[in-house]
């Protein structure tokens, strides 16, 4: 069982940068791919970016490419997500998630975090 703990999120101002984490422990997280969620107020989760398990391989949303960066440490056990230049809309409360699949897909996650919210202002 993989426990996964966000962090990170708060208010922001647009234009500004933020840095989120998930710390995950229970398991090994070196054998797990890592996501970044989110899910705005209104509307249906969306994946954001993942990671592989070693870091070689990253896919990002199209509203986020070239602004957030997603990256892994698996000697600390964590996820960064780095957010440059953010928007109205990424105001969203932001998921982290642990999967051995080969998709991004929300029912092929096998752990989620609790969440974290980012909101930003204008």
């Known amino acids: 069982q993989v426990q996964l703990v966000e962090s990170g999120g708060g208010l922001v101002q647009a234009g500004d940068s933020l840095r989120l984490s998930c710390a995950a422990s229970?398991?090994?997280?070196?054998?797990?791919?890592m996501g970044w969620f989110r899910q705005a107020p209104g509307k249906e989760r969306e994946f954001v970016a993942g990671?592989?398990?070693?870091?070689?391989?990253?896919l990002y949303a199209d509203s986020v490419k070239g602004r957030f960066t997603i990256s892994r440490d698996n000697a600390k056990n964590t996820v960064y997500l780095q957010m440059n230049r953010v928007t109205l809309e990424d105001t969203a409360v932001y998921y982290c998630?642990?999967?051995?699949?080969?998709?991004?897909?929300?029912?092929?996650?096998?752990?989620w975090g609790k969440g974290t919210l980012v909101t930003v202002s204008s």
């Open positions: 990671i592989s398990w070693g870091g070689g391989r990253t």
């Open positions: 229970g398991g090994t997280f070196s054998t797990y791919a």
């Open positions: 998630a642990a999967t051995r699949a080969s998709s991004w897909s929300d029912e092929d996650m096998d752990y």
